[in-house]
Nanobody
Framework: QVQLVESGGGLVQAGGSLILSCTAS????????TGWFRQAPGKEREFVGA????????YYADSVKGRFTISRDNAKTMVYLQINSLKPEDTAVYYC???????????????????WGQGTQVTVSS
């Protein structure tokens, strides 16, 4: 069993930066690919980015490439999402996820998500 708890969200002005953290508990955390999704009001949850269990390969949604950086520290069982140059359209609830694997066709995403966090709200003001 793995539990995921996100933190670090908040209200930020456009152009600012945030670092979201996902704290994982459970001995099997290091077996999973992990990543982030987000869900804006009135929209479906969308993939943001993910990395393999050892962090050796990282994938991002095209919409966030160049501004978002995902990393993980297996020793601390933590996953991070650094967001730079925030835009109002980045406003969403951000969710951490642990999954079986990452698929890259037709576009990258996590598949076989076993665990979700409760989400952390990011609001970007213009």
């Amino acid at each position: 069993q793995v539990q995921l708890v996100e933190s670090g969200g908040g209200l930020v002005q456009a152009g600012g930066s945030l670092i979201l953290s996902c704290t994982a508990s459970g001995r099997t955390f290091n077996r999973y690919a992990t990543g982030w999704f987000r869900q804006a009001p009135g929209k479906e949850r969308e993939f943001v980015g993910a990395l393999t269990w050892n962090g050796s390969t990282i994938y991002y949604a095209d919409s966030v490439k160049g501004r978002f950086t995902i990393s993980r520290d297996n020793a601390k069982t933590m996953v991070y999402l650094q967001i730079n140059s925030l835009k109002p359209e980045d406003t969403a609830v951000y969710y951490c996820a642990a999954a079986s694997r990452i698929v890259v066709v037709p576009t990258p995403t996590l598949t076989g998500v076993h665990y979700w966090g409760q989400g952390t709200q990011v609001t970007v003001s213009s």
